[in-house]
């Protein structure tokens, strides 16, 4: 079934980043450390765009080498077309104007009150009092947070310490906004809060977000598109939707599985990952394989997931031994449009 969003629609398909080549290589003293190894990747304008990977991966050194707050040790970043290693000091600062970074842990000035947080980029771009003031009242207002403009970082709960980190690296109206694990800090109700506020931000700002994240459900919540870096290279891309279908590397896999809480029956022969949208879900697919085929099948997990705004469902089943019931369900399957694939002896 073909679907086109108004997020499709009103997404230019003009790269805003592109990574060339990229090697970034570090000299500790116990030896030479490869944190990036061939990173080839194209972020499109107003894309909101994940990079995942498990810790170590090299994830986080690459959202640093984005805005060259890490030099690569060769390759180039284009952001709008322009080489950035190729910049003066000067010409990179300017440029770092239109590119914005929210952390972890807030990274705010304790001493600082929300408001004058949300001021300090704009004092350094030297920015007129009057017209900072202004633009820090809009971004109060768009992190919905305007009575907490005279609060100190220390009377602000987390969720509110990562609104006012937004609203600050929105302050020189960036055309970027990356963020490194942005969410990882917060509990699961503040991260979807977070993630709303992006996803509007997105869609009320047209600001191109790089979301750097250990956590497949924050990729499937906002994301449209993902990058799966694995041991410093990049192993899987695409949009979400599809590699949530139909993963192609062990990595990726790894990462759609590993928040599932399997039981341990999930160990055995013949299981199998299927996934279906709204419409095969409501034909009641499964139940009428059983009844058509004959084939009696063990669901071990399931559950459903909201990816660009539709509704998509994964289930591990697993099927008979006997290999002509097993090959009769998994073509009905088939026959009816669902991804099917083979999970190995353990998906947990």
Same mark, same amino acid.
């Given at each position: 079934?073909?679907?086109?969003?108004?997020?499709?629609?009103?997404?230019?398909?003009?790269?805003?980043?592109?990574?060339?080549?990229?090697?970034?290589?570090?000299?500790?003293?116990?030896?030479?450390?490869?944190?990036?190894?061939?990173?080839?990747?194209?972020?499109?304008?107003?894309?909101?765009?994940?990079?995942?990977?498990?810790?170590?991966?090299?994830?986080?050194?690459?959202?640093?080498?984005?805005?060259?707050?890490?030099?690569?040790?060769?390759?180039?970043?284009?952001?709008?077309?322009?080489?950035?290693?190729?910049?003066?000091?000067?010409?990179?600062?300017?440029?770092?104007?239109?590119? @914005?970074?929210?952390?972890?842990? &807030?990274?705010?000035?304790?001493?600082?009150? $929300?408001? /004058?947080? #949300?001021?300090?980029?704009? !004092?350094?771009?030297?920015?007129?009092?009057?017209?900072?003031?202004?633009?820090?009242?809009?971004?109060?207002?768009?992190?919905?947070?305007?009575?907490?403009?005279?609060?100190?970082?220390?009377?602000?709960?987390?969720?509110?310490?990562?609104?006012?980190?937004?609203?600050?690296?929105?302050?020189?109206?960036?055309?970027?906004?990356?963020?490194?694990?942005?969410?990882?800090?917060?509990?699961?109700?503040?991260?979807?809060?977070?993630?709303?506020?992006?996803?509007?931000?997105?869609?009320?700002?047209?600001?191109?977000?790089?979301?750097?994240?250990?956590?497949?459900?924050?990729?499937?919540?906002?994301?449209?598109?993902?990058?799966?870096?694995?041991?410093?290279?990049?192993?899987?891309? @695409?949009?979400?939707?599809?590699? &949530?279908?139909?993963?192609?590397?062990?990595? $990726?896999? /790894?990462? #759609?599985?590993?928040?599932? !809480?399997?039981?341990?029956?999930?160990?055995?022969?013949?299981?199998?990952?299927?996934?279906?949208?709204?419409?095969?879900?409501?034909?009641?697919?499964?139940?009428?394989?059983?009844?058509?085929?004959?084939?009696?099948?063990?669901?071990?997990?399931?559950?459903?997931?909201?990816?660009?705004?539709?509704?998509?469902?994964?289930?591990?089943?697993?099927?008979?031994?006997?290999?002509?019931?097993?090959?009769?369900?998994?073509?009905?399957?088939?026959?009816?449009?669902?991804?099917?694939?083979?999970?190995?002896?353990?998906?947990?």
């Amino acid at each position: 079934m073909r679907r086109v969003t108004n997020i499709d629609n009103n997404r230019s398909q003009q790269p805003i980043i592109e990574i060339k080549d990229l090697v970034k290589t570090f000299h500790p003293k116990s030896g030479e450390v490869k944190a990036l190894d061939g990173i080839n990747l194209s972020v499109n304008q107003g894309d909101i765009y994940g990079i995942i990977g498990m810790s170590g991966a090299g994830k986080s050194t690459l959202v640093r080498c984005i805005n060259l707050l890490e030099k690569p040790s060769s390759g180039h970043i284009f952001i709008d077309g322009q080489d950035i290693s190729t910049l003066t000091e000067k010409e990179l600062r300017i440029t770092r104007y239109s590119v @914005g970074m929210i952390f972890q842990q &807030f990274n705010l000035l304790m001493q600082r009150t $929300a408001e /004058k947080n #949300i001021l300090f980029p704009l !004092e350094i771009a030297g920015v007129d009092k009057e017209t900072a003031k202004k633009r820090t009242s809009e971004l109060l207002e768009l992190v919905s947070l305007p009575d907490k403009a005279k609060a100190y970082p220390t009377q602000l709960s987390g969720g509110q310490m990562q609104r006012i980190a937004i609203a600050r690296a929105l302050a020189n109206n960036p055309k970027i906004l990356l963020c490194d694990e942005a969410t990882s800090a917060l509990d699961p109700s503040t991260t979807r809060s977070i993630l709303n506020l992006l996803k509007e931000i997105n869609r009320k700002l047209g600001i191109t977000i790089v979301i750097i994240t250990h956590e497949m459900s924050v990729v499937e919540e906002i994301c449209s598109h993902v990058a799966i870096i694995d041991e410093s290279k990049i192993a899987e891309y @695409g949009r979400v939707e599809d590699i &949530f279908r139909n993963p192609k590397t062990e990595i $990726a896999k /790894k990462m #759609i599985y590993s928040e599932r !809480e399997l039981s341990p029956v999930a160990m055995g022969k013949n299981l199998y990952r299927i996934v279906f949208d709204e419409k095969s879900s409501s034909d009641s697919v499964i139940a009428k394989m059983i009844l058509e085929t004959k084939a009696m099948v063990n669901i071990i997990y399931a559950d459903m997931k909201n990816i660009e705004g539709f509704t998509y469902g994964q289930m591990v089943i697993q099927l008979p031994e006997d290999e002509l019931s097993a090959s009769r369900a998994i073509n009905y399957l088939r026959s009816h449009q669902i991804t099917v694939e083979e999970v190995g002896s353990n998906v947990g």
